[in-house]
């Protein structure tokens, strides 16, 4: 097979989105393509836009994995996806398969399969969630994808659901769940401590990780952490999102924001942290959860959407909505109530039912069947 696969967001600012897309894509290089050749795109779509998608987005000297070279600038970029030339499948490398890892659904394929990763449907569940260009353009993608899809790759169960619930006419045999898999691994040499995070205690702070956005519920945490009474400092790691600009005059004492943090920063915070803390919303996976087990940090998070599925038994669950209740589970694990090192060896040993190497395999079974099977009649493409 030759697949065109999607790395736009795979850059060093990536998210949930990007790291998806770069496990993968680097189990896959490990198995050589298990005899397959790839095209990577290093910008896909009309709507995301990495500045430094020539140079920061994934790359490898590999033969079997070849770079195209992306458009000059953005405007370039959404004229070349959005309204696709004549013969597109030429332009973008004759593809037998294309797949998409960003929200956007490619238009324009003529002989190409197309396989779509499906995050979630935050944006519907609640639109005050994400500004109003993101709900557009997530809508728009998933959307086609329910009408264009050959097989879509959803990251968890719920997801999945979820998606079936909202387009019942997409036929759900052609849906297969495949979870991410954590980038960490507590069989590697401890990190050092980061220089800025010198003053914080091993096993003396709280921790929660992710893009400052509404849906993580950073308010509420602050709330629970206020009413908690905890003498251990609460660590919010996590890049700028959006619509919460005002989080900061909302910041008491103790609390840490510390911006993006890079892969070895956040590693030493896991590994250290008295607890990981992550009282979300809605997820579609919840990838920081699968992180934090994997490097033994003890859990408490949300019991909705996705995370019961990540998390198992592995972790104390609670009500996102009710900042008493997340205050509860601190002060319970705090004072022994609850031992941190039972959460911790759950948690280890959920983790471990996730690994990249079992979903690329998964992953190449997809493949071979999208080109197996016969493309569905959609009213395609155009």
């Known amino acids: 097979m030759k697949i065109g696969f999607d790395v736009s967001q795979t850059g060093a600012g990536k998210a949930g989105c990007g790291f998806y897309a770069d496990g993968l894509i680097r189990t896959l290089e490990a198995l050589d393509g298990a005899g397959n050749d790839f095209l990577l795109y290093p910008a896909f779509g009309d709507v995301f836009w990495d500045p430094l998608c020539a140079t920061a987005t994934y790359a490898t000297d590999n033969p079997r994995f070849r770079r195209l070279k992306p458009p000059a600038s953005f405007e370039e970029s959404q004229r070349f996806w959005a309204k696709p030339q004549a013969d597109f499948d030429a332009h973008i490398g004759n593809p037998d398969l294309v797949h998409s890892n960003n929200f956007f659904c490619p238009r324009g394929l003529k ?169 979300s919303l809605f997820e579609g996976f919840g990838m920081p959860v699968l992180e934090a087990m994997t490097l033994g940090a003890p859990v408490i998070c949300s019991n909705t959407t996705s995370l019961p599925e990540v998390a198992g038994p592995a972790a104390l669950p609670v009500d996102p909505m009710d900042a008493g209740a997340i205050a509860d589970a601190m002060q319970r694990l705090a004072s022994g109530e609850i031992g941190r090192e039972v959460l911790r060896n759950l948690g280890v040993r959920q983790a471990a039912a996730f690994s990249w190497e079992a979903s690329a395999g998964k992953l190449l079974e997809v493949y071979g069947e999208c080109l197996r099977e016969p493309r569905i009649d959609w009213p395609r493409r155009g």
Not at 119 to 135: C, G, I, K, V
Not at 162 to 177: D, G, K, N, Q, S
Not at 215 to 240: C, D, Q, W
């Open 111 to 279: 002989k190409a399969r197309l396989v779509y990763t499906l995050y979630d449907l935050s944006f519907l569940a609640d639109p005050s969630w994400s500004t109003e260009p993101n709900r557009v353009g997530c809508l728009d993608g998933v959307f086609r994808a329910s009408i264009s899809a050959d097989w879509i790759v959803a990251i968890s169960e719920y997801t999945r659901r979820h998606f079936l619930e909202t387009f019942p006419h997409y036929r759900a045999e052609r849906m297969r769940v495949i979870h991410p898999a954590s980038r960490y691994s507590l069989d590697a040499p401890d990190p050092p401590l980061p220089e800025r995070f010198g003053h914080l205690a091993r096993s003396g702070f709280w921790l929660s990780a992710g893009s400052i956005e509404p849906r993580k519920n950073h308010r509420r945490l602050l709330e629970a952490y206020t009413r908690s009474r905890s003498p251990m400092p609460l660590v919010l790691a996590g890049g700028k999102g959006w619509l919460t600009d005002d989080l900061q005059r909302d910041v008491g004492p103790g609390v840490e924001l510390t911006g993006y943090v890079t892969d070895a920063e956040l590693e030493w915070l896991y590994r250290n942290c008295f607890a990981f803390l992550y009282p």
